[in-house]
Each structure stands twice: as structure tokens, then as C-alpha cells.
């Protein structure tokens, strides 16, 4: 399938009532798009961190009721799972698409990830532009604009991915619907490669 964004449709996936339903138009509209994606980012996330890198494709099996709300392609170091290790992802909600940097609760040391982040805080601080986001939940669509952050909170931030145990860290890109809509598949492509490229450094640390 030729790399393409998503369109209105694909966002209005997350309206679809119940699980089969929902599941089902995910299969059909939005996975061949993230499958097309996650084997060309692979190949660029190999070169980019140094490390030979695996697409993952949300398949949200554990769910027996409630339908997703989001869907993505995670790319991580290992071709058996994502979520211990620090990952990058693209996806969407009904209301924007994410393009993440992901430490989320399941990562191996997270703790010692959280201690060099705070280490480098003003350096993050003054390196991560202005229109990225931080999340601190990869299951709420909601993130923090880096514009409003200041190091006291980002240094917040990095010391409760030490010490508290459900902890994550995210950090990237929202793309609006509106915005997301209207954009070819190249533009599509080269965003998320700009936003990758920015997000390395956060990745070497860990």
C-alpha cells in the first residue's frame, strides 16, 4: 500500500459503536495504513537510533467489550513486544494523530531513565521545540504543550518516572484532525520523519 496520512474517515472510525464493529473497520481502513507506515519507518528508526528496529501493529486483543478509542504502530528494538522498552509510535485518536517518543509503565529501567533525564533537564528543556507535547498517561489523549513547561516541571516530571511505579513519559507531536486531513502522503511521511529525527537524543538517552 503507498504511504498515505488518514483522512476524515479514518478518524471517524472511533464513532463506530461496540467492539466487532469497531475492530472490524480498524482492520480495513486504518491498519493497512499503519502497516504501510511501520515498514517504512523501520528502516529509518534502524538508521536514525543505530538499532535494528521492529514495527509493532496495535491488534487490542485483550479487549473484550470496550472498542479502542486509539490504534497506532509502535517501533521498538525487539520483534516480540514494545512496551518494556522505550519505543516510538504512530497513531491516532479520533481527535488528532500522535507521533510519540514512549516510556510507558511496562519499561525496563525507568528509574534510571528518569535520573538521566532530570540530569539533562536544561538541555531538554532548551532541545525539544516549543509546538512538541508531553504526556504522562499513553491512554488519555491529552498532553501538555513544551512551551508551557519550565525545568522545575519538566524536573517533576522525570523524578516521578523514579519513584512511582505506573509512571510513563511520552513526548512528540499532536496533529489535529482538521489539520492532519489536509495533508498529502508525502507531507504526511516528512512530518513524522522531522518529528522522529527530533526525538533520537530523548531515545539515546535511556
Avoid at 538521566?116 to 504526556?135: G, T, Y
Amino acid at each position: 500500500m503507498p504511504l498515505t496520512g488518514f483522512n476524515a474517515a479514518d478518524f471517524n472510525v472511533f464513532k463506530i459503536g461496540g467492539l466487532e464493529p469497531r475492530m472490524e473497520a480498524i482492520k480495513e481502513r486504518i491498519q493497512p495504513k499503519l502497516l504501510a507506515l511501520g515498514e517504512h519507518f523501520t528502516a529509518e528508526l534502524s538508521i536514525l537510533t543505530g538499532d535494528e528496529m521492529f514495527p509493532h501493529v496495535a491488534k487490542h486483543l485483550r479487549r473484550t467489550i470496550n472498542p479502542p478509542n486509539d490504534t497506532w504502530v509502535a517501533f521498538a528494538g525487539n520483534n516480540r513486544g514494545y512496551k518494556m522498552l522505550p519505543h516510538f509510535q504512530i497513531g491516532l485518536w479520533e481527535t488528532h494523530v500522535f507521533i510519540w517518543f514512549a516510556v510507558i509503565y511496562e519499561a525496563s529501567n525507568k528509574a534510571k531513565f528518569g535520573e538521566v533525564l532530570q540530569q539533562h533537564v536544561s538541555e531538554i528543556k532548551n532541545s525539544i521545540p516549543d509546538n512538541f507535547v508531553w504526556s504522562a498517561d499513553h491512554t488519555k489523549p491529552g498532553a501538555i504543550p513544551h512551551r508551557d513547561l519550565n525545568e522545575q516541571d519538566l524536573t517533576e516530571m522525570f523524578q516521578r518516572l523514579q519513584t512511582v511505579k505506573k509512571a510513563e513519559i511520552l513526548c512528540g507531536m499532536h496533529i489535529p484532525r482538521e489539520e492532519a486531513v489536509m495533508l498529502s502522503g508525502d507531507d504526511f511521511v516528512k512530518s513524522v520523519a522531522d518529528v522522529f529525527v527530533k526525538l533520537i537524543p530523548l531515545y539515546k538517552m535511556y
